[in-house]
């Protein structure tokens, strides 16, 4: 038994049978290789986010996330840098480019752990410094967010997500 058949049997002996079909497993729609043995793939969500202390407006395109922003960080305002949205497979990578020669590296570790969580590594750097290096286990499904101050009163929201 490979490890994703394990995780696979794992995760639907967690899910009551009376909620699937017979032979269906939840997890197997997000992490299971392809019939062509591609690697596990999972799509990855992006948002470098740029906040200002002191101000309270929000960009319309981050309207689906502004209670989350306010409560992050009240009395800010909210503009979107840059985003993407995209299936990668473990081990590839996702690259915002910045303002200020900044980096964002999003790299996806593990499509689905033992326990059901999708493991991402974060990398912030401009030209030879690493200003922040991160790893996140989260569940799929579930927005992320990564607080890394530039200057007062400024800092970069990270918001990752898979699903």
Same mark, same amino acid.
């Given at each position: 038994?490979?490890?994703?058949?394990?995780?696979?049997?794992?995760?639907?002996?967690?899910?009551?049978?009376? =909620?699937?079909?017979?032979?269906?497993? &939840?997890?197997?729609?997000?992490?299971?290789?392809?019939?062509?043995?591609?690697?596990?793939?999972?799509? %990855?969500?992006?948002?470098?986010?740029?906040? /200002?202390?002191?101000?309270?407006?929000?960009?319309? $395109?981050?309207? +689906?996330?502004?209670?989350?922003?306010?409560?992050? *960080?009240?009395?800010?305002?909210? +503009?979107?840098?840059?985003? $993407? +949205?995209?299936?990668? &497979?473990? +081990?590839? @990578?996702?690259?915002?480019?910045?303002?200020?020669?900044?980096? /964002?590296?999003?790299?996806?570790? !593990?499509?689905?752990?033992?326990?059901? $969580?999708?493991?991402?590594? &974060?990398? %912030? !750097?401009?030209?030879?410094?690493?200003? *922040? $290096?991160? @790893?996140?286990? @989260?569940?799929?499904?579930?927005?992320?967010?990564?607080?890394?101050?530039?200057?007062?009163?400024?800092?970069? =929201?990270?918001?990752?997500?898979?699903?």
């Amino acid at each position: 038994m490979t490890r994703l058949e394990f995780v696979r049997l794992a995760s639907c002996a967690l899910i009551s049978p009376a =909620l699937l079909a017979p032979g269906a497993c &939840a997890a197997e729609a997000y992490a299971q290789p392809a019939a062509n043995d591609e690697p596990p793939s999972r799509q %990855l969500t992006v948002m470098a986010i740029h906040a /200002l202390k002191g101000e309270e407006s929000v960009d319309p $395109k981050l309207a +689906s996330v502004e209670s989350r922003l306010s409560r992050l *960080l009240p009395n800010h305002a909210f +503009s979107l840098w840059e985003g $993407k +949205s995209r299936r990668v &497979a473990e +081990s590839e @990578t996702i690259v915002l480019d910045l303002k200020n020669r900044m980096k /964002l590296t999003i790299r996806l570790i !593990e499509a689905e752990d033992a326990d059901g $969580k999708v493991q991402i590594e &974060a990398r %912030l !750097e401009t030209d030879d410094k690493v200003h *922040l $290096k991160s @790893t996140i286990r @989260t569940p799929p499904n579930q927005l992320f967010f990564l607080d890394h101050k530039i200057d007062e009163p400024e800092h970069l =929201l990270i918001a990752v997500g898979a699903r």
